[in-house]
T-cell receptor, first 115, second 112 residues
């Protein structure tokens, strides 16, 4: 069974400050990991994904995440926050193999960006 | 390219009525997923299809919920009879093989 824990349901940062959203996962098989962003009244959009290979993954809008197997973590970062980054962010894990290839989502972190 | 298209975007109906939510996946995608999002329970997977065949419906809350995929370009999620606790945003997503899922903009359902 897989699970995802997102620490902090709300995170507030100042514009221009570092964004750090935390995600820890549990998986019995090598995981595929994802970050999605949800803007108000919209569906989820993929920010970035980790499957295999390089552990530092770059995504859209300047976001990146690093897969750390020893820490079972996949934290999302952005060096400098912008007002347009205010949204809800979801970490997800997939057991990519076999027929049970579905995503398990975390509970989400709402990012607030202040002036 | 057209994304995943869901209709209606909003639905308000009275308890006991039948509700039908519709989804058109991205052309060529062979997986289709239905999710429910609420404040209390977050994002829950209800059911998913592969090549129009239901693979896992363990997330469907109860017999009042049913989902069909009669062809590769259309799926429905039906609630009959509806109850106030079914109020939520329902999302459809599709994907091709092991590629990431693409989500629709959701249907906001309110049961009075």
């Amino acid at each position: 069974a897989q699970s995802v824990t997102q620490l902090g349901s709300h995170v507030s940062v100042s514009e221009g400050a570092l964004v750090l959203l935390r995600c820890n996962y549990s998986s019995s098989v090598p995981p595929y990991l994802f970050w999605y962003v949800q803007y108000p009244n919209q569906g989820l959009q993929l920010l970035l994904k980790y499957t295999t290979g390089a552990t530092l993954v770059k995504g859209i809008n300047g976001f990146e995440a690093e897969f750390k197997k020893s820490e079972t973590s996949f934290h999302l970062t952005k060096p400098s926050a912008h007002m347009s980054d205010a949204a809800e962010y979801f970490c997800a894990v997939s057991d990519h193999g076999g027929t049970a290839s579905k995503l398990t989502f975390g509970t989400g972190t709402r990012l607030q960006v202040t002036l | 390219d057209a994304g995943v298209i869901q209709s209606p975007r909003h639905e308000v109906t009275e308890m006991g009525q039948e509700v039908t939510l519709r989804c058109k996946p991205i052309s060529g995608h062979d997986y289709l997923f239905w999710y429910r999002q609420t404040m209390m329970r977050g994002l829950e997977l209800l059911i998913y299809f592969n090549n129009n065949v239901p693979i896992d419906d363990s997330g469907m809350p109860e017999d009042r919920f049913s989902a069909k995929m009669p062809n590769a370009s259309f799926s429905t999620l039906k609630i009959q009879p509806s109850e106030p606790r079914d109020s939520a945003v329902y999302f459809c997503a599709s994907r091709a093989g092991n590629q990431p899922q693409h989500f629709g903009d959701g249907t906001r359902l309110s049961i009075l």
